[in-house]
């Protein structure tokens, strides 16, 4: 069965710390990457998303992630995180075939220490 | 353009309820889904509407339905509540074609005692 997995469970950074967080996809064929945000008390948004063609893509708030097809890995980072940034983190994976289906990772707990 | 919404919020259920939670999606969009978010299963996919069929189903019981209007309005239905369905539904839209991507609603919160 497809799966995700993200590495880091809890991550604890000081501010202007780099910021990189883990996640890997187990499926053979295409796929439609993403990373989600839920910041305390707020519904879950979309920070980016892959679908195809350059494999760096940037999302909102300076955050970018890379796709690397040979490792099944979708990397999110940052350069400098802000204790706003202090949130759940997950990775999702969607099948291009004709599905909305979203295949989620257990997430990542960031807290950003001031 | 508004988002998706979720009502209620918030619901206090006793077990053997049965219980019934709606999703409207952006304007535009036909395709619905439902997650279920828990602490230690995290979020797991229920099933997804495209223009009233379901399209897709997760791994839950039968006694998680659900159901969609032709409006695009969804609703799921849980029946005969057990204490483990206390969770945070939610509800996502998107457009409905491969390359779209979703827009959560707030959520559900589901307290079953």
């Known amino acids: 069965a497809q799966s995700v997995s993200q590495h880091n469970h809890h991550v604890i950074l000081s501010e202007a710390a780099s910021l990189e967080l883990g996640c890997n996809y187990s499926y053979g064929g295409t796929v439609n990457l993403f990373w989600y945000v839920q910041y305390p008390g707020q519904h879950l948004q979309l920070l980016l998303k892959?679908?195809?063609?350059?494999?760096l893509v940037k999302g909102i708030k300076g955050f970018e992630a890379e796709f690397i097809k040979s490792k099944f890995s979708f990397n999110l980072r940052k350069p400098s995180v802000q204790w706003s940034d202090t949130a759940e983190y997950f990775c999702?994976?969607?099948?291009?075939?004709?599905?909305?289906?979203?295949?989620f990772g257990q997430g990542t707990t960031l807290q950003v220490k001031p | 353009k508004a988002g998706v919404t979720q009502t209620p919020r918030y619901l206090i259920k006793t077990r053997g309820q049965q219980v019934t939670l709606s999703c409207s999606p952006i304007s535009g969009h036909r395709s619905v889904s439902w997650y279920q978010q828990t602490p230690g299963q995290g979020l797991q996919f229920l099933f997804e509407?495209?223009?009233?069929?379901?399209?897709n189903k997760g791994n839950f019981p039968g006694r998680f339905s659900g159901r969609q209007f032709s409006n695009s309005r969804s609703e799921m239905n849980v029946s005969t509540l057990e204490l483990g369905d206390s969770a945070l539904y939610l509800c996502?839209?998107?457009?409905?074609?491969?390359?779209?991507?979703?827009?959560f609603g707030p959520g559900t919160r589901l307290t079953v005692t």
């Open positions: 509407y495209f223009s009233e069929t379901q399209r």
């Open positions: 996502a839209s998107s457009g409905g074609l491969a390359g779209y991507e979703q827009y």
């Open positions: 999702a994976v969607k099948l291009t075939s004709n599905t909305g289906k979203l295949i």
């Open positions: 892959y679908f195809s063609g350059d494999p």
